[in-house]
Protein backbone atom coordinates (compact mmCIF):
# COMPACT_ATOMS: atom_id res chain seq x y z
CA UNK A 1 0.00 0.00 0.00
CA UNK A 2 2.79 2.46 1.27
CA UNK A 3 4.75 1.98 -2.84
CA UNK A 4 0.80 2.36 -4.51
CA UNK A 5 0.55 5.47 -2.34
CA UNK A 6 3.89 7.49 -3.52
CA UNK A 7 3.17 5.96 -7.18
CA UNK A 8 0.55 9.18 -7.70
CA UNK A 9 3.05 12.03 -8.84
CA UNK A 10 -0.07 13.49 -11.55
CA UNK A 11 -3.90 13.40 -12.07
CA UNK A 12 -5.37 12.79 -15.35
CA UNK A 13 -8.63 15.14 -15.58
CA UNK A 14 -12.03 12.99 -17.77
CA UNK A 15 -13.12 16.50 -18.96
CA UNK A 16 -16.55 16.54 -20.79
CA UNK A 17 -16.28 14.23 -23.69
CA UNK A 18 -13.27 12.44 -25.57
CA UNK A 19 -15.23 12.54 -28.86
CA UNK A 20 -12.85 14.91 -31.07
CA UNK A 21 -15.77 17.29 -33.26
CA UNK A 22 -17.45 17.77 -29.65
CA UNK A 23 -13.94 18.54 -27.63
CA UNK A 24 -13.19 21.27 -30.83
CA UNK A 25 -17.12 22.68 -30.22
CA UNK A 26 -16.54 22.41 -26.82
CA UNK A 27 -13.01 24.45 -27.44
CA UNK A 28 -14.39 27.60 -29.44
CA UNK A 29 -17.65 27.71 -26.96
CA UNK A 30 -15.40 28.40 -23.88
CA UNK A 31 -13.17 30.63 -25.67
CA UNK A 32 -15.54 32.42 -26.74
CA UNK A 33 -17.12 32.73 -23.17
CA UNK A 34 -13.87 33.49 -21.98
CA UNK A 35 -13.51 36.03 -24.32
CA UNK A 36 -16.80 37.44 -23.12
CA UNK A 37 -15.87 36.93 -19.52
CA UNK A 38 -12.64 39.23 -19.67
CA UNK A 39 -14.25 41.93 -21.60
CA UNK A 40 -16.98 42.29 -19.84
CA UNK A 41 -15.17 42.51 -16.14
CA UNK A 42 -11.84 44.79 -17.56
CA UNK A 43 -14.99 46.82 -19.53
CA UNK A 44 -16.51 47.11 -16.07
CA UNK A 45 -13.73 48.03 -13.80
CA UNK A 46 -12.69 50.44 -16.56
CA UNK A 47 -15.62 52.53 -16.66
CA UNK A 48 -15.52 52.36 -13.17
CA UNK A 49 -11.90 53.67 -12.33
CA UNK A 50 -12.65 56.11 -16.11
CA UNK A 51 -15.51 57.90 -14.76
CA UNK A 52 -16.08 60.04 -11.61
CA UNK A 53 -19.81 59.47 -11.03
CA UNK A 54 -18.87 55.91 -10.31
CA UNK A 55 -16.28 56.74 -7.65
CA UNK A 56 -18.34 55.74 -4.96
CA UNK A 57 -18.48 52.53 -1.88
CA UNK A 58 -20.96 50.54 -4.15
CA UNK A 59 -18.91 50.72 -7.04
CA UNK A 60 -15.67 50.80 -5.54
CA UNK A 61 -16.92 46.81 -4.48
CA UNK A 62 -18.61 46.16 -7.46
CA UNK A 63 -15.38 46.45 -9.05
CA UNK A 64 -13.56 44.35 -6.68
CA UNK A 65 -15.90 41.87 -7.68
CA UNK A 66 -15.20 42.08 -10.85
CA UNK A 67 -11.60 42.11 -10.26
CA UNK A 68 -12.15 38.61 -8.38
CA UNK A 69 -14.42 36.94 -11.00
CA UNK A 70 -11.79 37.97 -13.80
CA UNK A 71 -9.33 36.08 -11.38
CA UNK A 72 -11.77 33.61 -10.88
CA UNK A 73 -12.48 32.43 -14.18
CA UNK A 74 -8.80 32.15 -15.08
CA UNK A 75 -8.76 30.10 -12.42
CA UNK A 76 -10.52 27.30 -14.41
CA UNK A 77 -10.96 28.61 -18.37
CA UNK A 78 -7.52 28.36 -19.64
CA UNK A 79 -6.82 24.99 -18.06
CA UNK A 80 -10.40 23.65 -19.92
CA UNK A 81 -9.06 25.24 -23.24
CA UNK A 82 -5.98 23.43 -23.15
CA UNK A 83 -7.65 20.11 -22.31
CA UNK A 84 -10.15 20.48 -25.31
CA UNK A 85 -7.11 20.33 -27.34
CA UNK A 86 -4.73 18.19 -25.54
CA UNK A 87 -4.76 14.69 -26.48
CA UNK A 88 -3.09 13.63 -22.48
CA UNK A 89 -5.08 15.62 -19.97
CA UNK A 90 -2.77 14.74 -17.16
CA UNK A 91 -2.13 17.60 -14.41
CA UNK A 92 0.68 17.26 -11.96
CA UNK A 93 0.16 17.00 -8.26
CA UNK A 94 1.40 20.16 -7.33
CA UNK A 95 -0.39 21.52 -10.20
CA UNK A 96 -3.59 19.96 -8.72
CA UNK A 97 -2.76 21.35 -5.51
CA UNK A 98 -2.36 25.39 -6.39
CA UNK A 99 -5.49 25.12 -8.62
CA UNK A 100 -7.64 23.60 -5.90
CA UNK A 101 -5.56 26.41 -3.28
CA UNK A 102 -7.03 29.38 -5.68
CA UNK A 103 -10.32 28.09 -6.52
CA UNK A 104 -11.07 27.39 -2.85
CA UNK A 105 -9.29 30.82 -1.62
CA UNK A 106 -11.40 32.83 -4.65
CA UNK A 107 -14.78 30.63 -4.16
CA UNK A 108 -14.56 31.85 -0.04
CA UNK A 109 -12.88 35.36 -0.67
CA UNK A 110 -16.21 36.19 -3.25
CA UNK A 111 -18.50 34.31 -0.10
CA UNK A 112 -16.86 36.95 2.34
CA UNK A 113 -16.89 39.75 -0.67
CA UNK A 114 -20.48 39.45 -1.20
CA UNK A 115 -21.49 40.05 2.48
CA UNK A 116 -19.00 43.09 2.61
CA UNK A 117 -21.11 44.50 -0.34
CA UNK A 118 -24.35 43.66 1.79
CA UNK A 119 -23.17 45.76 4.86
CA UNK A 120 -22.54 48.32 2.20
CA UNK A 121 -25.81 48.14 0.72
CA UNK A 122 -27.09 48.42 4.52
CA UNK A 123 -25.52 51.51 5.16
CA UNK A 124 -26.52 52.72 2.38
CA UNK A 125 -30.36 52.68 2.31
CA UNK A 126 -30.87 52.24 6.35
CA UNK A 127 -28.47 55.56 7.01
CA UNK A 128 -28.38 57.76 3.63
CA UNK A 129 -27.07 60.45 5.74
CA UNK A 130 -24.12 59.05 7.21
CA UNK A 131 -23.37 56.95 4.24
CA UNK A 132 -20.16 58.95 2.33
CA UNK A 133 -18.97 59.43 6.59
CA UNK A 134 -19.60 55.61 7.53
CA UNK A 135 -18.07 54.14 4.74
CA UNK A 136 -15.25 55.91 3.62
CA UNK A 137 -12.24 54.97 1.34
CA UNK A 138 -10.14 53.00 3.69
CA UNK A 139 -12.76 50.94 4.70
CA UNK A 140 -14.01 49.45 1.75
CA UNK A 141 -10.48 48.51 1.04
CA UNK A 142 -9.80 47.14 4.56
CA UNK A 143 -13.07 44.98 3.68
CA UNK A 144 -12.02 43.92 0.53
CA UNK A 145 -8.58 42.71 1.89
CA UNK A 146 -10.10 41.18 4.68
CA UNK A 147 -12.41 39.20 2.71
CA UNK A 148 -8.93 37.93 0.52
CA UNK A 149 -7.24 37.20 3.72
CA UNK A 150 -10.64 35.35 5.16
CA UNK A 151 -10.89 33.20 1.98
CA UNK A 152 -7.16 32.08 1.56
CA UNK A 153 -6.51 31.55 5.22
CA UNK A 154 -9.68 29.16 4.83
CA UNK A 155 -8.40 27.70 1.50
CA UNK A 156 -5.11 26.57 3.22
CA UNK A 157 -7.11 24.80 5.71
CA UNK A 158 -9.52 23.57 3.15
CA UNK A 159 -6.35 22.31 0.87
CA UNK A 160 -4.05 20.50 3.92
CA UNK A 161 -7.07 18.99 4.34
CA UNK A 162 -7.58 17.40 1.10
CA UNK A 163 -4.13 16.84 -0.25
CA UNK A 164 -3.10 15.24 3.45
CA UNK A 165 -4.97 12.08 1.87
CA UNK A 166 -3.14 9.18 0.34
CA UNK A 167 -3.79 8.66 -3.10
CA UNK A 168 -3.75 5.00 -4.36
CA UNK A 169 -3.31 3.24 -7.63
CA UNK A 170 -6.50 5.19 -9.28
CA UNK A 171 -5.60 8.68 -10.52
CA UNK A 172 -8.33 9.62 -12.90
CA UNK A 173 -10.46 12.96 -11.83
CA UNK A 174 -13.74 12.99 -13.08
CA UNK A 175 -14.24 16.30 -13.11
CA UNK A 176 -12.69 18.68 -15.83
CA UNK A 177 -10.59 20.63 -12.65
CA UNK A 178 -8.88 19.23 -9.07
CA UNK A 179 -12.36 19.49 -7.04
CA UNK A 180 -12.70 18.13 -3.20
CA UNK A 181 -16.03 15.68 -3.96
CA UNK A 182 -13.59 13.05 -7.12
CA UNK A 183 -10.30 13.93 -4.63
CA UNK A 184 -12.16 12.11 -1.75
CA UNK A 185 -13.35 9.35 -3.99
CA UNK A 186 -9.39 8.52 -5.14
CA UNK A 187 -8.36 8.55 -1.35
CA UNK A 188 -7.41 5.08 -0.10
CA UNK A 189 -7.73 6.52 3.63
CA UNK A 190 -11.07 6.79 5.58
CA UNK A 191 -12.38 10.26 4.92
CA UNK A 192 -15.17 10.18 7.46
CA UNK A 193 -12.64 13.35 9.14
CA UNK A 194 -11.80 14.73 6.16
CA UNK A 195 -15.45 14.67 5.47
CA UNK A 196 -16.63 16.62 8.56
CA UNK A 197 -13.65 19.18 8.43
CA UNK A 198 -14.94 19.50 4.76
CA UNK A 199 -18.48 20.22 6.11
CA UNK A 200 -17.52 22.19 9.12
CA UNK A 201 -15.25 24.73 6.66
CA UNK A 202 -17.26 25.22 4.62
CA UNK A 203 -20.30 25.39 6.79
CA UNK A 204 -19.09 27.59 9.35
CA UNK A 205 -17.87 30.15 6.38
CA UNK A 206 -20.89 29.69 4.30
CA UNK A 207 -23.16 30.32 7.56
CA UNK A 208 -21.97 33.25 9.10
CA UNK A 209 -22.02 35.19 5.73
CA UNK A 210 -25.51 34.01 5.23
CA UNK A 211 -26.29 35.16 8.19
CA UNK A 212 -24.65 38.50 7.54
CA UNK A 213 -26.25 38.69 4.09
CA UNK A 214 -29.55 37.80 5.49
CA UNK A 215 -29.85 40.55 8.63
CA UNK A 216 -28.63 43.16 6.13
CA UNK A 217 -31.76 42.70 4.05
CA UNK A 218 -33.94 41.66 6.75
CA UNK A 219 -33.52 45.45 8.22
CA UNK A 220 -33.34 46.59 4.74
CA UNK A 221 -36.35 45.43 3.40
CA UNK A 222 -38.00 46.82 7.11
CA UNK A 223 -36.89 50.48 5.92
CA UNK A 224 -38.14 49.79 2.40
CA UNK A 225 -41.32 49.36 3.54
CA UNK A 226 -41.36 52.27 5.56
CA UNK A 227 -40.89 54.08 2.73
CA UNK A 228 -44.00 55.82 2.04
CA UNK A 229 -43.40 56.79 -1.91
CA UNK A 230 -43.75 53.41 -4.78
CA UNK A 231 -41.11 55.51 -6.51
CA UNK A 232 -38.76 55.72 -3.28
CA UNK A 233 -39.80 51.84 -2.93
CA UNK A 234 -38.32 51.00 -6.51
CA UNK A 235 -35.54 53.00 -6.43
CA UNK A 236 -34.34 51.71 -2.72
CA UNK A 237 -34.71 48.62 -3.85
CA UNK A 238 -32.99 48.66 -7.49
CA UNK A 239 -29.44 49.63 -5.94
CA UNK A 240 -29.59 45.81 -4.17
CA UNK A 241 -31.64 43.88 -6.33
CA UNK A 242 -28.25 43.61 -8.39
CA UNK A 243 -26.76 42.22 -5.32
CA UNK A 244 -29.47 39.70 -4.89
CA UNK A 245 -29.28 37.94 -7.79
CA UNK A 246 -25.67 37.96 -7.27
CA UNK A 247 -25.80 36.17 -3.76
CA UNK A 248 -28.44 33.85 -4.73
CA UNK A 249 -26.77 32.60 -8.03
CA UNK A 250 -23.32 31.94 -6.59
CA UNK A 251 -24.67 30.37 -3.13
CA UNK A 252 -27.29 28.56 -4.69
CA UNK A 253 -24.57 26.54 -7.18
CA UNK A 254 -22.09 26.47 -4.06
CA UNK A 255 -24.57 24.75 -1.86
CA UNK A 256 -26.12 22.46 -4.56
CA UNK A 257 -22.60 21.13 -4.98
CA UNK A 258 -21.22 21.06 -1.49
CA UNK A 259 -24.00 20.45 0.40
CA UNK A 260 -24.52 17.07 -0.38
CA UNK A 261 -22.83 13.72 0.99
CA UNK A 262 -20.10 12.74 -1.64
CA UNK A 263 -22.19 9.48 -1.51
CA UNK A 264 -24.69 11.31 -3.97
CA UNK A 265 -22.22 13.24 -6.35
CA UNK A 266 -22.81 12.04 -9.89
CA UNK A 267 -19.96 13.03 -12.03
CA UNK A 268 -22.69 14.90 -15.04
CA UNK A 269 -24.40 16.89 -12.73
CA UNK A 270 -21.35 17.81 -10.64
CA UNK A 271 -19.90 19.36 -14.11
CA UNK A 272 -22.98 20.71 -15.02
CA UNK A 273 -23.40 22.47 -11.38
CA UNK A 274 -19.73 23.03 -11.51
CA UNK A 275 -19.45 24.95 -14.72
CA UNK A 276 -22.26 27.19 -13.42
CA UNK A 277 -20.01 28.93 -10.83
CA UNK A 278 -16.72 28.44 -12.24
CA UNK A 279 -17.86 30.02 -15.82
CA UNK A 280 -20.59 31.49 -16.11
CA UNK A 281 -21.32 33.43 -13.07
CA UNK A 282 -18.05 35.54 -13.71
CA UNK A 283 -19.44 35.82 -17.15
CA UNK A 284 -23.08 36.88 -15.55
CA UNK A 285 -22.09 39.40 -13.14
CA UNK A 286 -20.77 42.18 -15.00
CA UNK A 287 -24.02 42.00 -16.98
CA UNK A 288 -26.08 42.01 -13.78
CA UNK A 289 -24.44 45.12 -12.90
CA UNK A 290 -24.15 47.02 -15.98
CA UNK A 291 -27.31 46.42 -18.07
CA UNK A 292 -30.23 47.69 -15.82
CA UNK A 293 -27.67 49.89 -14.17
CA UNK A 294 -28.46 53.21 -15.17
CA UNK A 295 -25.07 55.25 -13.96
CA UNK A 296 -23.07 52.22 -15.18
CA UNK A 297 -25.04 52.72 -18.93
CA UNK A 298 -24.59 56.82 -18.57
CA UNK A 299 -20.63 55.91 -17.97
CA UNK A 300 -20.52 53.77 -20.70
CA UNK A 301 -22.18 56.59 -23.18
CA UNK A 302 -19.91 59.38 -22.13
CA UNK A 303 -16.91 57.07 -22.42
CA UNK A 304 -18.14 56.23 -26.14
CA UNK A 305 -18.62 59.39 -26.88
CA UNK A 306 -15.37 60.44 -25.85
CA UNK A 307 -13.49 58.36 -27.45
CA UNK A 308 -15.81 58.89 -30.84
CA UNK A 309 -15.01 62.70 -30.51
CA UNK A 310 -11.27 61.87 -30.32
CA UNK A 311 -11.30 59.37 -33.30
CA UNK A 312 -13.44 62.19 -35.37
CA UNK A 313 -10.73 65.26 -34.17
CA UNK A 314 -7.91 62.30 -35.21
Known amino acids: ?34 IL ?9 ALIYLDSRLHTPMYFFVGSLSFLDLWYSTVYTPRILFDCVSKNNVISFAGCAAQFFFSAGLAYSECFLLAAMAYD ?14 MPKKLCIQL ?7 GFVNSIIHTANTFRLHFCEDNIINQYFCDAPPLAKLACDD ?5 LILSSVIGCNVLATTILIVGAYFRIIAVIISIRSAAGRRKAFSTCSAHLISVSLFYGAILMMY ?9 NWDKANALFYTVVNPLINPMIYSLRNKDVKAAFKKVLGGFSVHVIQK
Open 1 to 34: MEVNQTLITNFVLVGFTTDPVLRLVFFVLFLVLY
Open 37 to 45: TVTGNLGLI
Open 121 to 134: RYVAICNPLLYVTA
Open 144 to 150: VIASYVA
Open 191 to 195: TWLYQ
Open 259 to 267: SRPSSQHTP
